[in-house]
């Protein structure tokens, strides 16, 4: 079956690197997603890779993916204080079947 | 363009009582996707629709809970009899005809918030 883990909490001091980690067990994923959920709003995709990658950088986001070890992480330098949120990881086989989510990390930055 | 709209952000009922929550997709978009959250729980996926259709509902407890997709309206999630245990956030996604294969993404809306007195 699916299953995806990320850790529950992460805090960090404004201006260092925050890293959260995801694993899923699903071999056969192909789309690896990264959502960021604020207090009392929806979900908002950040990024997303592919299973064939194994990095991807998105301005002050970089995305590593093993796929051997099904781990996926996110990186985000220089961390803000706008920047605390719930980061959800997400897996999808096809870009056409449902999404599975981890049950988020939160990310508190203090100044 | 408008995003997914969500109706109502906050619902209150008592046990046995009926909620129904509705999503309006994205403009251009026919395919709706509802996730439950429970507290301190991730996403878990319920239900899959198009238009007139039920995709897939392997996520859907198979009594109390309906979805509905018509060909005019939003979508709605019908959950009768409520219980305490369905106090949870109810989030739509929707996505395009054709799910963008560069990104597969889905966008939501900002939740329905139901609490079971």
């Known amino acids: 079956g699916e299953d995806v883990e990320q850790s529950l909490f992460l805090s960090v001091r404004e201006g260092d690197s925050s890293v959260i980690n995801c694993t899923y067990t699903d071999s056969s994923s192909t789309y690896l997603y990264w959502y960021k959920q604020e207090p009392g709003a929806g979900l908002q995709l950040l990024t997303y890779i592919f299973s064939n990658m194994d990095m991807k950088q998105d301005q002050r986001l970089t995305v590593l993916l093993n796929k051997k070890d099904k781990h996926l992480s996110l990186r985000i330098a220089d961390t803000q204080t706008g920047d605390s949120a719930i980061y959800f990881c997400a897996e999808s086989v096809s870009g056409y079947s449902t999404l599975t989510f981890g049950k988020g990390t939160m990310l508190l930055v203090s100044p | 363009n408008a995003g997914v709209m969500q109706n109502p952000r906050h619902l209150v009922r008592r046990r046995g009582q009926e909620a129904r929550l509705r999503c309006s997709p994205m403009k251009g978009h026919s395919h709706v996707y509802w996730y439950r959250q429970l507290p301190e729980e991730g996403l878990k996926f319920m239900v899959y629709l198009q238009k007139e259709n039920i995709i897939d509902e392997s996520g859907m407890p198979k009594e109390r809970f309906s979805a509905e997709f018509p060909k005019e309206g939003p979508s709605i999630l019908r959950i009768q009899q409520v219980v305490r245990g369905d106090s949870a956030a109810y989030f739509c996604?929707?996505?395009?005809?054709?799910?963008?294969?560069?990104?597969?993404?889905?966008?939501f809306g900002e939740g329905s918030r139901l609490t079971v007195l």
């Open positions: 996604a929707s996505s395009p005809t054709y799910r963008d294969v560069n990104t597969g993404e889905l966008f």
